[in-house]
């Protein structure tokens, strides 16, 4: 979904374009969100407009451009209101590079875990994989043909230097399959015919289940890790490009049938044919321009100095985190990458600790601040009937590959969210979250028979939901064991 840019627009610099960013309007962003998450509507419209103002800054020149920095956002709200599904989703809307991580998993330097840079390096290596893929999507059908050749050359050897001993099917003949170009015909016309006869059963698929043998490349790593200040990442790299005969890189001949092979050759070939260094500078522009990066549980390294224990490191944390979010160059694999333009989302739920509570440096990288609402009832019966994926739905399509039919009464649903608010106001408040497990335990005698239920049609109406999860919701102590 695109949208034209407004009459006399200039055009942007070609060092700007990002082709993979959704040219969404906010309204058309927030009608998007809709279709996923229930409610909300102050934080879809911040990360809409947080969207929208990196479309705009692709349209500037490139000075005024490395002017205009991401306006990260602050998200406030107690688990289960959909912080988390709001970044994930609009990065998916956008196809932007997008990694999710727990501030509690890092640590200040001197103290035992990952540094804050490696969510940076995780960001890079998701954004290799995005452009991998695109490149070959685009190569597929070039691929294709040359994996093609290559069967054939395994089905049909190329004739030995003493002369051509008749047609035939090699089954261990590898040849020159590793050549880009096809193999030579045996005897002249007479194999070009019998290669062409045999190219045709091939794409019919009546060689699908014959055995050939296929070289593979073994993915062998050694089992330990060295941490530098660069991070367990780079020193494996590096040790794998100094010693490559200790690291792997070896292959092995497998015997498999010819569906399997020829996506093995086609995988193979697609690698072949992409630029390894196009690859790493697309990469790394993408997650420059368009990289998102949610830091969950942001609330639990909000504190001050003068704590004791595990609490030493938490204004370590921040600091540590302040320079990536305001900017500054992570080396990677890949080569380096400036955070300058990456858009974070910060996410707690602050019930013991303030936003305040952050360091002042790290408050003002966060200048937009949304609070989300606590979910009721009615959120929960439009979370259980409205989104694409909601739950009623994903039940229905898992039992129906069963062949047993399902259905929800609005009572059902009334009730089972009602449930939801009664079980969550009892014991902890995890949102929306309480919905996964009572539906699992509704259902949990459906889905064990569902094997033996062949063509049945099952209504659950408002007298099912209170027979099986009213025992569980008025028993205080079982209550305590429900997610």
Not at 244 to 253: A, H, T
Request: proline share 5%; no cysteine.
């Amino acid at each position: 979904m695109t949208i034209a840019a407004p009459p006399g627009t200039p055009a942007p610099p070609a060092t700007a374009s990002l082709s993979w960013l959704e040219q969404l309007t906010p309204r058309q962003i927030v009608a998007e969100l809709d279709k996923y998450v229930v409610g909300q509507k102050a934080a879809k419209k911040a990360v809409a407009i947080a969207l929208r103002n990196r479309w705009r800054r692709q349209r500037l020149d490139a000075a005024m451009a490395d002017e205009v920095y991401p306006k990260n956002i602050l998200m406030i709200g107690p688990t289960g209101v959909g912080k988390t599904e709001i970044a994930r989703r609009l990065a998916k809307l956008a196809r932007a590079p997008f990694v999710k991580v727990e501030a509690s998993k890092f640590t200040e330097v001197g103290y035992v875990g990952r540094d804050v840079e490696s969510m940076v390096r995780d960001l890079v290596e998701v954004a290799v994989a995005m452009v991998k893929q695109e490149k070959r999507e685009s190569v597929r059908a070039r691929a294709a043909e040359r994996a093609e050749e290559r069967l054939l050359q395994l089905l049909l050897p190329a004739a030995p230097p003493g002369g051509y001993s008749g047609p035939g099917f090699g089954l261990g003949g590898y040849g020159a399959a590793g050549t880009e170009h096809a193999a030579v015909p045996a005897a002249g016309e007479a194999g070009a015919e019998t290669r062409e006869k045999l190219r045709e059963q091939l794409r019919a698929g009546r060689l699908d289940a014959r055995q050939v043998e296929v070289e593979v490349e073994e993915q062998s790593f050694p089992s330990f890790e060295m941490f530098t200040p660069q991070g367990v990442e780079e020193v494996g790299v590096n040790l794998k490009d100094m010693m490559p005969g200790l690291f792997g890189g070896k292959s092995r001949k497998r015997r498999t049938t010819v569906a399997e092979a020829r996506e093995i050759l086609e995988q193979q070939e697609s690698d072949r044919l992409i630029d390894r260094h196009q690859v790493a500078q697309e990469a790394r522009e993408r997650v420059e321009q368009a990289g998102i990066i949610f830091i969950d549980e942001i609330d639990k390294v909000a504190g001050r100095e003068g704590g004791r224990g595990p609490d030493v490191s938490r204004e370590g944390v921040q600091r540590d985190l302040l320079p990536v979010v305001e900017g500054t160059t992570v080396t990677t694999k890949y080569g380096p990458v400036k955070t300058d333009h990456v858009l974070f989302f910060a996410a707690g739920a602050f019930h013991v600790a303030k936003p305040s509570d952050l360091i002042p440096e790290l408050q003002g990288r966060f200048p937009i601040r949304v609070e989300l609402e606590p979910l009721g009832k009615d959120d929960f019966v439009r979370i259980l009937t409205e989104p694409q994926n909601a739950l009623t739905k994903q039940y229905q399509a898992l039992l129906a590959t069963e062949g047993v039919g399902l259905d929800f009464t609005a009572e059902a649903v009334d009730e089972i969210a009602r449930l939801a608010v009664e079980v969550n106001s009892r014991t902890e408040n995890i949102g929306a979250r309480r919905l996964s497990t009572l539906m699992e335990k509704l259902l949990e005698e459906v889905s064990f028979e569902a094997p033996h239920m062949d063509g049945v049609q099952l209504t659950v109406d408002g007298a099912y939901v209170r027979r099986a999860l009213e025992d569980i919701v008025e028993n205080q102590d079982l209550s305590r064991y429900v997610l």
